[in-house]
């Protein structure tokens, strides 16, 4: 199995083509503007000396990477000559500052040049994965293979200091992501060191005691067990989901069955013990980590954008694993909802955290309880989550499509309206899939090509197609040289119920229609809005909010009307009102408001 | 209107005599005994050097006040010679070590001596407030005037420092407590400058920018307004309601209209707004303090034992200020639930924070919010609560009556098995209460004496005399001579529901008997317990746990038999068993264990 990237599809229109329109429009300027001010780039001129203002960060190499990253993606897909001369600019500057040995680091060469690879917390290495995906994006994009050649040049040096010489003060990254940028980096160059490279990092993690800042257990960095006997999802969410994106790859590459299991059973615990109903992770701004099962407070959830995004990542790569339609929902539970959800509707800012739920006037008085912002923010102090969002969206149709050439099976996981070409088995094949969704529930596949079979995911909403679903999720349509295959899934309004294991969620539905979870926001309903009882039996009215540019779901529900005493023998009695709820992927566009994902019943 | 005081009541039977014999036989000694352990009796030596262990702290006095106190209150009851002979030898150092201006502390008279009066949050005034009540206590006991007579020149010498001499660092005590002690000190010595002292601290209060520490703002200590401009409870919940308590009393000995507005003011936004279902106050732990209206977590509750004991105090003080018996009603609610909680059943522990529900798996995980201890102490660091407990047990008949002389009408506000003797309008009354209460309504209370009215407060929870209960809570009975007065108040099992603003207990019901408030242990129920759903169209049982030696509730219940997946489109089958509900007060009494006032209801 093999993933078909994202390079080969076109997206022609609807939810997704919208969203990288606003990227290409408007997030990629906006984030490059910020990053400017903030002196991201001028960190790559290697003139900063104390006393200067914006001192470079251990984390501003991986911003600009993901940038680049992303303005790369959006290059790949159309011409944008001006980003492209932007890029090359802060190309020449990197490679201009490279040390002859192949290191670059923006932070350590002119901060601190004698600490090179001396504090396993302080994300060289993460820098170093991020600055080698872009440079595989770039030279993917636009074939100049200046900056893949000279991170390829880091990537030998790294290679030198932690295996060849062991000069490194660390084993292995305290936060992980070079694991799999150097499968990326082997698939491009073709040069296998990189994923033995790889394969080093995730066989020694955990093997002695790695610690990495004086108040982290080993566990905020995975490095609590060997990876092959890992079956917890712990510490740093980001790391973690990171780390086992890499393992599942080495896992792919090398036929590992200890760590595919490794693999199996993290994702399991994630997504059936330490997931949030939106696709979020992180169920504490303590470590920013994981915590125990079952334990996913609404207000105070840590879900970090950049974790949605690795679980996202990491679901992906399962996907070349097994055929399982179970890592396909949860790409799709994230991308239109916790994923969704961290940028705002005009494009221009973002969540680092993306609660399920905010009561404003409780803010101050339980600051440290309730510590998500309730605003997104154009920038951060560690701004990884607004260039990683970017990537994501230029690159969403990386998530659409696998390919099993040898029993010419094409896997189709995600359905966004878009054309797409590639080879298999020798001939190439075209796919056009016609459809309206999220909103809609119909899509259209017309395949051009020598006969195979296509396996079209069933969404765990949809029960239309129970009859002719396989075990694995799909439905498997044989077609000749030319098939057009038409579904409709017929989304619904479903209501969610979490695992009574869940504290806090107790009598509380989550409201769907199709893969899209929605929440009730202050300006449409009456407050408070956690004392909203949704009528179950009455319809829900599918709609559109103009202003906001989303579909709405209005229903009958209840609250209670006050009778003004604390404690009552009697309860206030019920009056009904429209409650309108809103995609959660579009809350707090209307300013600091009281919103609830899961919502009482009557 | 005027107080009965306890000295006059003889507790024969039943709850409170069995808890004042367990403070009487355990709870005496081992608050003392912990209290040596730690060295607080020791600083009373004045011998303590830097180097050497038990450094003196600020809050030491009023912990040995309270507990002198405390034994004053037994040996006024019922002869202690031994403890009498032990007070005496404290009561020996005290005046020993009391510098000749009438200064005593013995924090700073040993370890800065040259910082008296200086730093407004060091509790020195608070201290004095304590010895001043712990001597006036004695003295009433015994009859031995030293104490208090030391006592008396150290709040002169108050006076002279913060009224006449104007020599202090600041105007008005960092937590108060004096204030309510010298309007004692007035009337058992019958000298008004007492009073005028109190009245000069609570009338300078907020009339400029005080504060304390750095970061506690001005409402942290009351200080925010003017007393009599005060509308809503602020800042840590203790010192509120010790100045609230001084207020009334000053409201009550001037007549004075303003102060007594505020006071009814306050205690409404408490009591409506601010406050526990158990009777708790303090919603966080961030300065021990009120936080905003509806504002009630009840893991987090901060609920100090010595904020309920203050409420109490307040409220039998707005007693005397006018017939209303929503007063005794708190302080029912109180003794019955959130400050009985305060104490272990065997009487040798106690509780800081009395928190509403326990969830141990989640406590290691959010530290930080989890903050209330799940388990009773010995002592504590800051040891204010055990003394304060045992103290208000020993005195707690000081709540069973009001008299007003000129009307000749005897207010029976609390019911408890005892024999009361005092003075009206020259003759002596005698009442004799003879009740189960609270575990049965019946109370029979014969009264001898002079004709009087008697007013007896039907408890809230009552309807059975709702036909002849009178606009202020209260039934008047006229008396003859003598006179037998029978009542049931029929105590049944009522469900108590919050206002819908209060966020956290929607769809959730607390379950009362008469004034006891139970709650869902883990040793009795099936987990978790937050999913337990009370059936509340099956009848409650009443029963009798033998091993707690306390009344039992058990009723059907339901719980999800979880499914085994996180989110699921249908709701997790539920099954039924035998919940057994326990009152609040007993819980903790088995070890660490979930726990929760608040349930849902099928």
């Known amino acids: ?27 990629i300027k906006s984030v490059y503007d910020r990053f400017a001010d903030t002196g991201r780039f001028s960190a790559l001129d290697f003139n ?19 940038w680049i990253e992303s303005a790369a993606y959006l290059i790949h897909t159309a011409p944008e000559p001006e980003l492209e001369k932007t890029v090359d600019e802060l190309v020449d500057k990197i490679i201009a500052h490279q040390d002859e040995c192949g290191y670059f680091n923006s932070y350590f060469d002119v901060v601190e040049p004698n600490e090179r690879f001396k504090r396993r917390g302080d994300h060289e290495l993460y ?3 991020h600055l080698i995906e872009a440079a595989i994006a770039y030279y993917n994009a636009t074939g100049k293979r200046a900056f893949l050649d000279a991170m390829r040049r880091y990537a030998d040096y790294i290679e030198k200091v932690f295996v060849t010489d062991k000069s490194a003060a660390f084993q292995t990254p305290g936060h992980e992501e070079i694991e799999l940028a150097l499968v990326k980096l082997a698939d491009v160059t ?16 955990g093997q002695k005691e790695e610690r990495g800042y004086d108040w982290a257990s080993a566990s905020y960095f995975q490095s609590h067990l060997p990876c092959r006997d890992q079956t917890t999802a712990e510490g740093h969410s980001v790391r973690a989901v990171y780390l086992y994106a890499g393992m599942a790859d080495i896992a792919y590459k090398y036929g590992d069955k200890a760590l595919e299991k490794a693999c199996r059973t993290l994702f399991e615990n994630i997504t059936e013990r330490r997931m949030y109903v939106t696709g979020g992770i992180g169920s504490t701004r303590m470590g920013e980590a994981f915590t125990v099962d079952y334990d996913l407070p609404s207000i105070t959830a840590y879900t970090e954008s950049c974790a949605s995004i690795g679980l996202a990542l990491f679901a992906r790569r399962m996907q070349l694993l097994e055929s399982d339609s179970r890592y396909a929902d949860i790409v799709e539970r994230i991308i239109y909802n916790g994923f969704m959800s961290s940028v705002s509707l005009d494009g221009k800012s973002f969540f680092y955290e993306n609660p399920l739920e905010i009561i404003p006037s409780l803010l101050e008085v339980h600051g440290e309880i309730h510590y998500p912002a309730t605003q997104r923010q154009e920038v951060f102090g560690c701004s990884c989550c607004p260039p990683n969002i970017t990537r994501f969206i230029a690159s969403i149709a990386d998530f659409m499509y696998t ?10 996981h995600q359905f966004m309206d878009s054309e797409t070409r590639f080879e298999l088995g020798g001939g190439t094949v075209k796919l056009v899939q016609q459809t309206a969704y999220p909103s809609d529930g119909k899509v259209k ?8 079979t296509i396996a079209v995911r069933i969404p765990p909403w949809c029960t239309v197609y129970d009859s002719v679903r396989e075990d694995d999720g ?55 809005i956690r004392d909203i009882r949704i009528d179950t039996e009455s319809p829900f009215v599918y709609g559109f909010d103009k202003s906001l540019n989303v579909p709405t779901l209005s229903v009958r529900a209840f609250r209670h009307n006050s009778g003004g005493s604390l404690y009552t023998y009697g309860k206030a009695p019920l009056e009904d009102f429209k409650a309108v709820l809103i995609p959660y992927y579009a809350f707090a566009n209307r300013g600091e408001k009281e919103m609830a994902v899961w919502l009482m019943t009557r």
């Not at 390919?403 to 189709?412: F, K």
């Open 190 to 205: 073709g040069d296998e060191r990189y994923l033995k490279l790889s394969k080093h990092f995730i066989d020694t993690r």
């Open 403 to 412: 390919a099993d050439d040898e029993n010419r099976v094409i896997y189709c």
């Open 127 to 129: 820098c170093a994965g």
């Open 445 to 452: 596949i017309s395949y051009e090509g020598e006969a195979c």
């Open 1 to 27: 199995m093999r993933l078909i990237p994202f390079g080969n599809t076109r997206i022609k229109s609807g939810f997704w083509a919208e969203k990288q329109k606003m990227v290409r429009d408007v997030s």
């Open 48 to 66: 900063w000396k104390e006393g200067m203002p914006n001192r470079p960060h251990i984390f501003w190499d991986s911003d600009i990477a993901k």
């Open 474 to 528: 799909y439905v498997y349509f044989h077609a000749e040289d030319s098939e057009v295959i038409e579904l409709d899934f017929e989304p619904t309004v479903k209501l969610i119920y979490a695992d009574p294991r869940v504290t806090g969620l107790e009598g509380r539905v989550a409201v769907s229609y199709g893969p899209v979870i929605y929440c009730a926001e202050e300006p449409d309903n009456r407050l408070p």
